[in-house]
């Protein structure tokens, strides 16, 4: 929902900071594979309730996942890179509600798998639109800085993100977080698969 809003506010940052990494020793894709190295920290030391480390690799994940867009701007969008990042960042998304039923089975398991089990609607809506929207070659202007067709919705990467935030800040709280954005979920995952068949609908 915030997305589009944040995007191009964050981009002119990203473009600075990204200038000082544009290398020849440094690639696109090796932050992307960086990012998400940190990224998978955040699974054991959620396991750990080590929740201040937890929250520090999320967000150093999510600042190389913006610099590594940033730099293949740069240089030059990738059919590759774009693959390659939207893969781990599914991964990743998929690993902080697992880190949390590790934290605490008996507590987050339900709301965790519920979370789980809404990450797959809004994901598989998601990528499925974007392999069509592809085929049919729609623009996308709100997002045209993408490298694929980046469908919006009412939760999106900033809202995740603020909820993997609150929940390692508050995580006593993780249950009914998990409870609530799955349900924002499905209302995104529906109002996808809707619009997306009536947009294809009418192109065929």
């Not at 000082?20 to 990224?39: K, N």
């Not at 939207?86 to 990743?92: G, N, S, V």
């Not at 997306?196 to 065929?204: C, E, H, I, M």
């Amino acid at each position: 929902m915030f997305d589009s809003y944040l995007h191009p506010r964050v981009k002119p940052a990203l473009n600075r900071m990204v200038a000082v990494l544009d290398r020849p020793s440094v690639s696109a894709d090796g932050l992307t594979m960086f990012g998400f190295a940190i990224g998978v920290l955040a699974l054991p030391f959620l396991a750990l309730q080590w929740y201040g480390a937890a929250l520090a690799a999320i967000v150093l994940n999510r600042l190389f996942d913006g610099l590594d867009g940033a730099l293949a701007r740069r240089r030059g969008l990738s059919d590759a890179g774009g693959f390659l990042d939207i893969a781990l960042d599914f991964l990743f998304y998929a690993l902080v509600p697992f880190g949390f039923i590790l934290a605490d089975p008996l507590q987050n398991g339900l709301a965790g798998a519920w979370l789980l089990f809404a990450f797959i609607g809004t994901g598989s809506s998601f990528l499925a639109f974007a392999a069509v929207a592809q085929k049919h070659e729609l623009d996308n202007p709100g997002y045209a800085h993408k490298s694929f067709y980046y469908l919006g919705g009412l939760t999106e990467g900033t809202e995740t993100i603020a909820l993997f935030a609150l929940s390692c800040l508050f995580p006593g709280a993780f249950v009914w977080l998990a409870w609530v954005f799955g349900a924002l979920c499905w209302m995104t995952t529906l109002t996808r698969v809707w619009s997306g068949y009536q947009t294809l609908k009418r192109l065929s």
